[in-house]
């Protein structure tokens, strides 16, 4: 019997556990802030966004980053960023501050705006690349004056309460922790500066406090088998049934109907699975040396469109890929030795962008693997995926009994074999008379 303790320590690990993922153990997104310059009431600080997480992206309408003040402080001014609201300032007369919230909220700059509000690595719309898909676009930067607070190590109170948005609910982030000060380099790379005070939060993603159901699935065919099989009923679930529309529908050509909206609602087609997405993976030819899968990527949402879209699979194979057409790959070994997790993505300027539901509104592409002839086979579902993930969220995979199976070649067509029967019997007594 689990004594007291035991369960309540697994219950408090719970919310650990479920923001870990297995195929990307290090992913998080820190946020760093780098004290600069010592002010007369406070301090003007870098803040750093960097996104490590290998294959999961921040989209438009990108990040949201919030956090409660420890004591009265206010945010004289911000560059590269803004809060969303200004707060209750009345108190003061002459320089109004931009920010005087307890609990502040802060989104990126658009892109286009004047120089004087820029700041390194700001302005993107709060869109983050992921890691593994393009580190430069990785970050994210501001510039926040801080007042009525601190003037020194000793006395700065460090924020807490950190939230963190991306674009929608799913990260959780930790306490701030002072961690020994960012070094710099001047543009001559001949002079090295530190910052006066540092202090790191990192916020971790789970898929669990993101959403109740998976946003995409997965379906299998092959060449030696004509059953293709679907997603599964209502993968992702069937809340949206009643608002779904056909494909066919004459509301399709109204004005706006693609518009997406500010609580990002869906509008999804009539489909029996009812995902955003669906990732159809098809065994194509067996050759001698090598085997060849399809890939299909199909959008079912006319309010979305998926900029830097990412796909990564997991299957045995994926340790001799030969070839990739129309995709970008990046394998990813997040323990080393073992190479069976890979990363698809699109070309930029061609596929990187899947348009929402439609006629456009899918992406494809084909892989060429060299066999393994200690492990290659075409039985019990080897060829196929042992894991999918689509935009960094795991995808809903058909159970294992349903996958296209090998015919058995003694029994593959009952109904030719019983007619050769027929027609040399046939044949015995025409002969016979």
């Known amino acids: 019997m689990i004594s007291p303790v035991l369960a309540g320590c697994f219950l408090l690990l719970l919310p ?5 993922d297995p195929l990307d ?3 998080n997104i820190t946020i760093k802030w780098d004290v600069m310059s010592w002010t007369p009431d406070g301090y003007v600080a870098a803040v750093t966004m960097n996104n490590f997480q290998m294959y999961r992206h921040v989209m438009s309408p990108g990040w949201t980053l919030g956090w409660t003040w420890a004591k009265k402080e206010v945010i004289w001014t911000m560059v590269g960023a803004q809060t969303t609201e200004q707060g209750d300032c009345s108190k003061f007369k002459a320089n109004i501050p931009h920010c005087c919230k307890k609990t502040p909220t802060v989104v990126d700059l658009l892109p286009g705006v004047p120089y004087n509000q820029q700041f390194t690595n700001c302005c993107k719309g709060g869109v983050l690349s992921s890691w593994g898909q393009d580190p430069q676009a990785s970050v994210s930067a501001f510039q926040v004056s801080v007042g009525q607070a601190g003037t020194s190590n000793k006395t700065v109170k460090l924020p807490k309460n950190f939230t963190l948005l991306g674009p929608g609910p799913g990260y959780t982030c930790g306490p701030a922790k002072v961690v020994p000060p960012t070094n710099f380099l001047t543009p001559d790379r001949r002079r090295k500066t530190q910052a006066l005070m540092t202090w790191n939060v990192t916020c971790t993603y789970s898929q669990f406090l993101a959403r109740k159901h998976p946003s995409c699935c997965v379906s299998f065919s092959s060449f030696y088998n004509e059953t293709i099989t679907p997603c599964a009923s209502c993968a992702c679930g069937c809340e949206n049934k009643k608002k779904c529309i056909k494909s066919d529908s004459k509301l399709l050509s109204v004005v ?3 518009t997406p909206r500010k609580d990002n609602a869906p509008l999804l087609q009539c489909t029996h699975h009812m995902c955003p997405v669906r990732v159809h993976w098809h065994v194509k030819i067996n050759y001698r040396d090598y085997w060849r899968a399809k890939i299909a990527i199909t959008n079912f949402n006319y309010r979305m469109n998926y900029t830097q879209w990412t796909l990564v699979v997991q299957h045995p194979n994926l340790n001799n890929v030969t ?21 698809f993505y699109g070309m930029k300027f061609y596929n990187d962008l899947l348009m929402e539901a439609g006629q456009f509104g899918n992406v494809q592409s084909e892989v060429l693997l060299r066999k393994d002839k200690d492990t290659f086979t075409l039985k019990q579902g080897w060829a196929f995926p042992r894991k999918v993930y689509f935009n960094g969220d795991e995808c809903m995979m058909p159970p294992p009994e349903a996958y296209p199976f090998l015919p058995n070649s003694a029994n593959q067509n009952p109904v030719r074999f019983s007619t050769w029967i027929c027609s040399v019997l046939t044949l015995l007594i025409v002969w016979i008379w």
């Open 323 to 343: 070839e990739v057409f129309s995709f970008d790959y990046k394998p990813l070994e997040p323990y080393g030795a073992i190479n069976d997790t890979g990363m």
């Open 256 to 258: 706006g109907i693609n």
């Open 16 to 20: 650990f556990a479920a923001a870990y």
């Open 25 to 27: 153990p290090n992913g």
